[in-house]
C-alpha cells in the first residue's frame, strides 16, 4: 500500500482543483476532536511521531499519479499537476503523551493548499486512532495505582498495525512490557508472556506441563493454572516450583471467570507454601473498570494483563475529530452548518495549572501562569527536532496526569475540565461568522 | 514489522517447549466466536484471504530469530531450532462471505504443535477484527434494502490497514464504491468521492467553488452543499448544475445535522428546478441505525455513505474469539475452566435451511438436507484454491443473508439463530470431561 494512494478520493479530487484554479496560497487546517465520548476525563496526544514520519516520506511518484487516474478514471495526464508533490509545509502540534481536551488542537497544519488537503485523511487516521486508545491505557495506569500492567492487546486490535501502535501507546503512558515481540524490539518495551492453556493440555498432566515449561526456560517462569481446576493448578504450581527451588520473579496466571476470590485463595495458598515471593499475574477480559474494581476489593494481583478492551478502545473506539481549514492566503475561515460551527484561525492552547486551559488565537501572548501546549514540529517540510522516543512522552503523560483534577481521573464518573476560549478568539468567531452571513445575503442579490 | 514477530512472546516460549519436548505431532487448533456481540444476528465470515496469504509467507528467518532472542532476553543458540520453521499443514475454513454463528469454528489449522501455535495471535489478530467488521457493514447493506451504499472510513479506523481490509469488506457486503483510493485499486472497487467543507471555504463564495469544481472535472459532479446554510447550497447547486448543462449523474451531499428533513426539502427544490435526476448522497454518523431510520421515514436519499461506526464496527469492535487447541496426536483435548470450557475434536459445521446449524465432529456424515461448512483450504501449507477475489465472496454473502431468517435481520432486535451440537460432538465431550476430572483425581493421589 502506497501512504499517498492511502487516502479518500475528494483530496485528490479537490487538490487537482486547487492547482488547475491556482490556489497554492498557505492554507491552515487545524485537527481536533470536538467532544470527548463519555467515560473519557481527559484525551492523551498521541500519534504525533508516525504523522511527522508520514509527513516527512510524503511524495507522489510516478506509479501514484497512475494509480490516482485509475481511480478517478481519467487519462494520466489530468493527474501529472500532483506528480512530484512533497509535504513542505509547517506543523504546530501537542507532543505526545500530554493530556488534551474537547476543542483544543492537537496538530495544525500550514502549506500550500493542495499540500494540506492531501495529507487529511492519513493524519486523521493515525491521530484520532491512537489518540483514542491512548487514554484507555491511561485510564488503566490510573485504575492500577501503581500496580504494574501488561499490554495483551495484540490478538484483539484491528490487525497488527493496529497492534504495534496499541502496544507504543501503553508503553508511552507507563505500561510495564508487552506481549507483542515486534513492538517489544521497536519501541524499546520489555517484552512480556506466560503460556496458553494450549501449552498444558497436549502434556499428560498440569504438573509435567509445568516442568517442560522451566526445563526449556531456566530462570523466573510463569505458570497458567487454570486450564482445569484453578485451585488444583495453583498447588501443583507451587509443588513445582519449589522443587525446582524457584521463587522471586516467577508467577502464576488466572485468565478466567471473577478474578478477585482465586487471587486470595491462590495467595493464600502459596503464602502457606513459604511462596510469598510469587507473583498473580490476572488477565482475561479487563479494562480499567475490572482493574479498579479489583484494586477497590483488595484483591493480591500483583499484575493486571490488559488486551482486547485497551487495544479496541472497546467503549470508545473513534473520536469525533475533524480536520477543518481555519485560515486561508491570510484570511480567517470557517465552517457555520448546524452543530458543526468551526472556529477560525490558528490557535494556540494556553494550559494552567490544574489544566485550566484557554484555547485562544495562535498570535496571543501566553496568558501569566500559563504554558503554550502546540510546539512547532516541523518546519519546511523537515522536523525541528529528532525523533521522540517513548521516555519524553512518558515523562509528559506523567506531570499532566498528576496536575488532572480528581473528577477528572474518575474510573467511574470522569468529568473533563471544560476549556475556555480567549476574547479574542470569540471576537473574531463572531466577526468571521457575521462577514459570511453578509456574502451569502449579497449571493442571494445577485 | 516482520509477520513473524508481530506475535505473542508466549507463543514463541511455548514453541521453543514444543521442540525441545519433542512434541511436534499434528494438533489442531479451532478458531471461533465464543458469543455474538449484542445487536449482531449473525457473524459474516471474513479474514480467510489475508490469513491464507499469512500462512503462506510464514517462515522463521534468521533475523526473526535475532529478534526473538532479544525479546526472551537469551542467546540467539537458543532460539535455533525456531529457524527455518515454516507452515505447512492443512487448514480447514468457512469461505469468506458465509454467514457463521456463536460456537462455529471459522476455521481449523492442523500442523506439527510448533507452528499451529506459533501463527496464533497473527491469525486471531486478522480473522477476529475482520469478522467484526464485515456482519457491522453487513447490517448496512440489510437496513438500506437496496440502496446503494460507500464506504468513507479510512479517516477513523484504527490506522490505514485496517482502513484498506473495512474497504474491501463492506465490497464483499456488496457497498457500492469506497472513498479510498488504495483499497479501490488493490480490491477492484470502485471509488467514490465527492468535495469537503475545506473546499468550498476558500473561494469568495459557495457558487465560485461548485464552478471551479466543475470545470476541473467534467462530467457528473457531487457538489457538497451545507457548508453555510443547506437550503441557500442546494439552491446554489442547482443554479450552477442547470447553467452547465449537468444532471444525470450528478449529486449534492448533505452531511451535517438531521438528513432527513433538509433531504426533503432538496429533493423538492431539486425537483421544482428541473433536476430529477440528480442524487441526494447522505453521509454524517451513519451506520446500520442511522440508515434504517432514514429509509423508515421516506427519506428521499439515494446513496448513503457510512464510515466511522462501521470501520470501528464501533458498537462491538472486537469478538470473544478463541483459538482452542482440540487435538493432540490424536487425541481430543478441551479446557474446563470456568465458564469456558471448549469442545474437543476437530469440527464442521452443517448448515441446514434458514441457517439451521448442527455443530458436529468434522468426520461425521453430512446430516440429510445439510451442507458443511468448513472446506479445506490449505493442505501442506500449500492453497487448494486460487485466492478469492471479492465477487465470490460476495455471492456466497448474498446467498446466505436470502436464507436468514426475519428475526436475525432486524436492525433493533436481532435474534440470532443458535447452532446445536450433534449428538457424537456432545457424547465426546462428556467422555474426555470424564477422562480429564479423572487424571486430575489421580494427580492428586500422588
Chains 1, 2 share one sequence.
Do not use: W
Not at 508520514?54 to 495526464?77: C, H, N, Q, T, W
Not at 491511561?138 to 492487546?153: E, N, Q, T, Y
Not at 488444583?232 to 524457584?246: F, P
Amino acid at each position: 500500500m502506497s501512504e499517498v494512494t492511502a487516502t479518500d478520493l475528494y483530496e485528490v479530487t479537490m487538490a487537482l482543483s486547487y492547482l488547475r484554479e491556482g490556489m497554492q496560497a498557505p492554507a491552515t487546517f487545524s485537527l481536533f476532536v470536538r467532544d470527548l465520548p463519555p467515560g473519557r476525563g481527559f484525551l492523551a496526544a498521541a500519534g504525533l511521531e508516525p504523522a511527522l514520519g508520514y509527513l516527512s516520506r510524503f511524495r507522489v511518484g510516478a506509479s501514484d499519479v497512475k494509480g490516482l487516474a485509475e481511480a478517478l478514471r481519467r487519462p494520466v495526464e489530468d493527474l501529472e499537476p500532483l506528480q512530484g508533490l512533497s509535504f513542505d509545509g509547517q506543523v504546530r502540534a501537542v507532543p505526545e503523551g500530554r493530556l488534551v481536551l474537547a476543542g483544543e488542537p492537537l496538530l495544525e497544519v500550514t502549506a500550500p493548499l493542495p499540500q494540506a488537503q492531501l495529507v487529511e485523511t492519513y493524519l486523521l487516521s493515525l491521530l484520532c486512532h491512537q489518540t483514542a486508545v491512548a487514554p484507555k491505557a491511561a485510564r488503566c495506569v490510573l485504575a492500577a495505582a501503581g500496580r504494574p500492567l501488561v499490554d495483551f492487546s495484540l490478538r484483539r486490535t484491528h490487525g497488527a498495525e493496529a497492534g504495534m501502535q496499541a502496544a507504543r501507546l501503553c508503553g508511552l503512558v507507563g505500561f510495564a512490557g508487552t506481549s507483542n515481540v515486534a513492538a517489544a524490539r521497536r519501541y524499546g518495551i520489555p517484552a512480556a508472556g506466560t503460556m496458553a492453556h494450549s501449552y498444558v493440555e497436549p502434556f499428560a498432566s498440569e504438573e509435567q506441563a509445568f516442568r517442560a515449561f522451566a526445563r526449556t526456560h531456566p530462570g523466573p517462569v510463569t505458570f497458567l493454572v487454570d486450564t482445569f481446576d484453578t485451585d488444583r493448578g495453583v498447588a501443583t504450581a507451587a509443588r513445582v516450583l519449589k522443587d525446582l527451588g524457584l521463587g522471586p520473579g516467577c508467577g502464576i496466571r488466572l485468565d478466567s471467570g471473577d478474578l478477585g476470590a482465586p487471587a486470595r485463595r491462590a495467595r493464600t495458598a502459596l503464602d502457606e507454601a513459604g511462596l510469598r515471593d510469587v507473583e498473580i499475574i490476572a488477565s482475561g477480559g479487563l479494562d480499567e473498570y475490572g482493574v479498579d474494581r479489583l484494586v477497590r476489593k483488595g484483591a493480591p494481583i500483583d499484575v493486571s494483563a490488559v488486551g482486547t478492551r485497551v487495544g479496541t478502545a472497546a467503549d470508545a473506539p473513534y473520536l469525533d475529530a475533524a480536520y477543518k481549514l481555519v485560515e486561508y492566503d491570510g484570511r480567517p475561515v470557517m465552517k457555520l452548518s448546524s452543530a458543526k460551527e468551526t472556529a477560525p484561525s490558528p490557535k494556540q492552547v494556553f494550559r494552567g495549572p490544574g489544566l485550566r486551559d484557554v484555547i485562544g488565537l495562535a498570535k496571543e501572548e501566553s496568558p501569566e501562569g500559563t504554558e503554550p501546549l502546540l510546539r512547532t514540529v516541523m518546519r519546511g517540510g523537515l522536523r525541528t527536532e529528532p525523533p521522540d522516543t517513548l521516555a519524553a512522552p512518558r515523562a509528559r503523560f506523567e506531570a499532566d496526569i498528576a496536575a488532572l483534577p480528581e473528577e477528572a481521573r474518575s474510573i467511574g464518573h470522569p468529568v473533563p475540565p471544560l476549556p475556555t476560549v480567549s476574547t479574542r478568539l470569540a471576537a473574531l468567531t463572531a466577526v468571521v461568522r457575521h462577514r459570511i452571513e453578509a456574502q451569502m445575503l449579497e449571493g442571494d442579490g445577485q
